[in-house]
């Protein structure tokens, strides 16, 4: 992970070759303007395009209870032998536990491949919000030809708000590398801020790329990656029915195709984690009510698993993400979650400190909670971006895990999510 | 589990020939009046006794991050031979990753000793509260000869008070049964409100009994017990570094020794089982900020381990306690929540009922959600005490967990807990 990329704009579009729209079709409630001249809709639907086919990659949720979405996009990349052409999403309800789901899941990409005049397994098919209410597809009949003869190429932002449930804002990320000479770009979009403890995925990513890379090393790439970002990621410890990462792949770069371990899969690897730690972080700073992004940075683990384990259940215990937002600099709690871990670790070789643009404080040292200066503490953990850094002194592994405080509002967002 | 027993006041000292006291010694802070003539405090320590040697079992924490009391007495049971006469205990302060641990907690065992004239082996100490600060061993050294003097047969309130943190009611429990024909008593005291995640025990919870029992049978009832009871317990998700369970059985009923499996070793454990159930349940309702307690019943599993594994991810999923704390019908959380239990599960066969004393709701069958009254759902979740009942149709085994809803109160309480 030595390679630095700079930031672009143009999310899903900032490849070459993909072009994206995005609408209100009539999921999402209006606003309270609606029917009026000024009445202003969010976007609940998106559709987004390669102009070629694309090498196809994506994990999904570990959840036994899977959205019909999932079935229906697993099936399809299976039948197409993972290529993809096109992706269709919508937001405010997860088309999950209903009788119907998979007919209507199917319905949505037989929709999107009559309008581009592509093969409906070629379409991925996507959507989030609430499970167990009945997907309206009338919306999403009319709404299909609208999207599509509006495509457009710098139009990532419709598709990127379309995504959106309790987000708060929308999160795009783009970096561009060179492979074989070639300028390549690789970006994404994402949506989540609640039901966010991914395994093997999380909640729903698109990514997009003009390098060509065959589709087994661009499983590759995505799996790797995501072991270390997604699934690093907690918000409030619910894994969704619905999580997909999904990365397409359409080589319009012009680059010799990647097809081995080497060089240009390493370049390419390190451009989709820069892309998919950037669009990690952002989903937990957005979690739903935070006041503030809460990372826990592991180091001197035994190995990679450890890490991300003690990692983990630092940022999604519920003591340590009300101490972040009290900051309340209780350091016991975060012991307390790396002991219930199920990391093999030696609880007397733990140091703990906090970390924020506001400085660096240590309060634990070989599993002893030390003396420290309360007042200098709270004023480090009352920055909205802080650091936990544990080290176990028991090995050269490490690992970031990201979350969020626990407030008020997360209670409030969800006591009544439905209505 | 066919038994049925009736409560019997006294906790602890229900049993014949415990008595027990508790104190106010200095470790919590005082109250507003304090330094008034009519300052009260609130018991920060507790002693009690058995007037002869007990039988002992006990279940502690598998936090790898163990608190001072824990190895402590552990290693006092282990050189005694599971032999115990007293417990002292205290709240506010945890005695866990502070230097001077063991030092401290081994000095508590010995000032009882003394008093009581008994071995320090004898003697059992638990430590509850913050984390990492560092236990006033002074006011123990003068509280220690008050409390030995003061002990009494009835005076199990005393104690049951001195072990309450955010509690906000005391808890205590006790049954009579018959042992070849003499009458018997076991009775407990709990405390616990937050940190509730129990693995194997959890937070303090001290049971005396006068009924004979061998210790080996002893702790196979108490093991027993303890995994349908304690361990369906989560209040956040976050398992204690102080959790223990402990069982004292000193024989003054009469009856002949339970050394074996059969009816005597039955009934013995079926009152074990009322008692700690009973204590659980109310831990449950004095979840930190709970309004209300939320209980998942599952039944129609294939394996207990299955059953367990389900009711405990719904009543642990924050998406689940905060839709109970809003009496929001929205169960997609919950068949999401069975999905990422873990637990091998056919999601197309689950049905979801709602019940209190309100009345009963069913909102899913065979995995989808199905149309029901959504204010008659509403009315049975405003009660104050919900069974969210889950039928997994695919066998004959069932459990019951119990949790609380998450509300305001519960990060304000976390929020700057030290404080």
């Known amino acids: 992970m030595e390679y630095n990329f700079e930031f672009k704009d143009g999310g899903i579009c900032a490849a070459k070759g993909f072009k994206a729209g995005g609408t209100y079709c009539g999921i999402k409630k209006p606003n309270p303007a609606a029917g009026t001249a000024n009445a202003k809709h969010k976007n609940d639907i998106c559709l987004f395009a390669s102009d070629v086919e694309c090498n196809t990659a994506a994990v999904y949720t570990q959840n036994k209870v899977k959205g019909a979405p ?13 290529k993809s052409i096109a992706v269709i999403a919508n937001s405010k309800n997860a088309n999950t536990c209903n009788a119907d789901g998979i007919e209507k899941a199917e319905k949505m990409c037989e929709l999107v491949a009559k309008e581009l005049g592509v093969a409906k397994e070629q379409v991925i098919v996507a959507s989030t919000g609430v499970i167990g209410q009945m997907l309206p597809i009338e919306p ?6 609208i999207l599509a003869q509006g495509l457009g190429y710098d139009k990532n932002a419709e598709a ?8 708060t804002v929308k999160k795009e990320y783009a970096v561009e590398f060179t492979v074989s000479g070639k300028k390549c770009t690789i970006g994404g979009m994402a949506k989540g801020s609640g039901m966010i403890h991914p395994n093997m995925a999380t909640t729903l990513n698109f990514i997009t790329t003009d390098c060509a890379i065959s589709a087994p090393l661009l499983q590759k790439a995505l799996s790797d990656v995501v072991r270390v970002t997604y699934n690093c990621l907690s918000i409030d410890g619910d894994t969704s029915t619905n999580d997909m990462v999904c990365v397409m792949a359409n080589g319009l770069a012009g680059n010799d195709e990647i097809r ?4 240009s899969y390493n370049v390419f690897r390190a451009a989709l984690y820069q892309v998919m730690a950037n669009l990690t972080r952002m989903l937990a700073k957005d979690g739903e009510g935070a006041t503030k992004l809460v990372m826990c940075r592991v180091s001197g683990a035994k190995d990679e698993d450890t890490a991300v384990e003690c990692a983990k259940s630092v940022v999604r215990s519920p003591l340590v993400k009300t101490a972040m937002f009290g900051a309340d600099a209780n350091c016991g709690r975060i012991l307390g979650a790396i002991g219930y871990s199920g990391a093999d670790i ?7 400190s906090y970390e924020s643009a506001g400085g660096v404080i240590q309060v634990c040292r070989a599993g002893f909670v030390i003396d420290f200066d309360e007042s200098a503490a709270k004023e480090i953990l009352l920055d909205d971006e802080i650091t936990i850094a544990v080290n176990l002194n028991d090995g050269e592994h490490g690992i970031t895990a990201y979350g969020c405080d626990l407030t008020y509002d997360y209670v409030k967002i969800n006591g009544d999510y439905r209505t």
């Open 70 to 82: 999932i079935t229906v996009t697993k099936r399809n990349l299976e039948k197409s032998g993972n």
């Open 140 to 145: 999403i009949i009319k709404a299909v030809p």
């Open 160 to 167: 990127a708000t379309a995504i959106m449930t309790t987000d």
């Open 260 to 263: 081995q371990d080497g060089e």
């Open 346 to 352: 030696d609880p007397l070789k733990i140091d703990v």
